[in-house]
């Protein structure tokens, strides 16, 4: 029976050689094939057909790329290969105008066990649409694969150092002083702000080709950011910056070595957007995003949504609707006039130019947002399940046995599209939900104070406790 291949919340992935095979992946790219022969755009004057199929650093990425490749081609579809391993940023910003479709081999923040498939379109991830039809066409066609079909190669990397060069003031970021820590955790994106910047200026960790990634799990998550912060620290950097495997999502320490939330980091980005930018727009964040967003949104009489976790619902709102900034809690943000899609260079660089048009510490802007919006604390802490679950059914059973209160508070508001989430009468929330990604359950809170907010956690794992067994 062949494996049931399915999009989560960024792309299929699996584990190699138990699901992520050469041959599921053969089945996928005739899906793809087939799908794009179907609906590729007639080469006309100002547009393309091309696809373009990179791979991140991973185990055996390039050769599962390959044969994505060589099935297009046999296919009579118009391809052009990576030459080397690229971040996930630089095939998003390649839709933008040099190729329709963009085909990426990575697992992302998976463990190095993983491998998986990213669909981007115009800029940013496949709208779901596009990735159910996709499911739809797998084995309908006989995997067409001709001996000798090889694509082009080329290295396109500079074209997307260029464009994010032009989203940002790179005059003002090179004037700074202070030195700023990369930690590319064995990433695809390793050396890329070498290229944009002095190298005097840049001490940069964890930068070699390293397909396990040394044990680690390439996500920029705090519980895994010690030694940057140490680095951060011990360098008296002005900041420390983050990636994961295939460079989308990022994150940030300041010059303290103190972790900026995705809270407060969005909360500091939006901020300047709109007072220096002139941003305007619906302002969109994941449910498991905090308060802070929703406070500028109304400040500045902006439209605000909760979307579904994973940046493809944030990238479906970009496609659809005027959205001045889109953001998800692990990592991702993107805004308008940039590519709709994550890109953590594009996210450090712009933290960069705040801080050289504001001539400010990182630590100041967080404490100026807090001052202004108020303070944020926000926790996450994950339980690894054994076997799947059904979401929704989980979600009813905790729901059902909810108290009226919270840590002395009323629950004011309950979601239940994409987890379960509980608001409370002060602002404040725990938010409980299976990944779509990983064997895991997560469980979010954001307070004012730091135990309060684990105070939410604790809670939170006392609903998930009886699922863990």
Not at 38 to 43: C, H, L
Not at 122 to 140: F, H, I, M, Y
Not at 184 to 212: F, W
Not at 272 to 296: A, C, D, H, P, Q
Request: glycine share 8%; with cysteine.
């Amino acid at each position: 029976m062949a494996t049931d291949i399915k999009f989560g919340t960024d792309g299929w992935r699996g584990i190699i050689a138990w699901d992520f095979t050469f041959a599921n992946v053969r089945r996928m790219a005739q899906a793809l094939a087939d799908y794009i022969n179907e609906n590729a755009p007639a080469e006309e004057e100002g547009k393309t057909s091309k696809i373009f199929v990179g791979y991140d650093r991973r185990f055996m990425s390039d050769m599962f790329a390959e044969t994505i490749a060589s099935i297009f081609r046999s296919n009579k579809i118009d391809v052009i290969l990576s030459e080397r391993p690229v971040s996930t940023p630089v095939a998003s910003c390649l839709t933008l105008s040099k190729f329709w479709l963009a085909v990426m081999v990575t697992a992302s923040h998976n463990p190095a066990n993983y491998n998986g498939i990213k669909i981007k379109l115009a800029g940013g991830s496949a709208p779901v649409r596009v990735t159910k039809e996709v499911e739809q066409l797998l084995d309908q066609n006989t995997i067409l694969s001709l001996y000798g079909q090889k694509a082009e190669r080329k290295d396109l990397t500079d074209v997307y150092l260029k464009y994010i060069s032009s989203r940002v003031n790179m005059k003002k970021i090179k004037a700074m002083k202070g030195k700023i820590v990369m930690d590319y955790m064995y990433g695809a994106a390793s050396g890329y702000m070498e290229k944009l910047l002095p190298e005097t200026r840049v001490i940069s960790m964890r930068a070699q080709h390293d397909p396990t990634f040394n044990g680690i799990q390439p996500e920029p998550v705090e519980k895994k950011l010690a030694d940057l912060k140490k680095e951060v620290l011990a360098k008296k950097a002005i900041l420390g910056v983050a990636f994961d495997g295939d460079g989308d999502r990022v994150a940030l320490v300041d010059e303290k070595g103190t972790y900026l939330t995705p809270c407060v980091l969005a909360a500091v980005l939006l901020d300047y957007l709109i007072k220096n930018k002139k941003l305007k727009g619906k302002v969109v964040e994941t449910f498991s995003m905090g308060y802070l967003l929703k406070r500028i949104a109304r400040k500045y009489d902006m439209l605000f949504e909760e979307v579904g976790i994973g940046f493809k619902n944030v990238a479906e709102r970009m496609f659809l609707d005027d959205v001045a900034f889109g953001v998800e809690e692990s990592g991702g943000y993107a805004w308008k006039g940039s590519v709709p899609d994550r890109d953590g260079l594009l996210v450090a660089l712009t933290f960069l130019e705040i801080m050289a048009v504001t001539g400010k510490k990182a630590s100041q802007l967080c404490e100026e947002v807090a001052k202004e919006y108020g303070s944020s604390v926000y926790l996450r802490k994950d339980f690894p399940i054994t076997k799947p679950m059904d979401k929704a059914a989980v979600v009813e059973k905790m729901r059902k046995k909810l108290p009226k209160k919270v840590n002395g508070h009323k629950i004011a508001e309950l979601y239940t599209a994409d987890g379960l989430k509980i608001i409370l009468d002060n602002d404040e929330w725990v938010l409980i939900r299976p990944s779509g990604t990983e064997p895991l359950l997560r469980v979010y809170a954001e307070t004012a104070v730091k135990k309060d907010t684990q105070a939410l956690l604790d809670f939170g794992a006392k609903i998930v406790g009886p699922y863990l067994k």
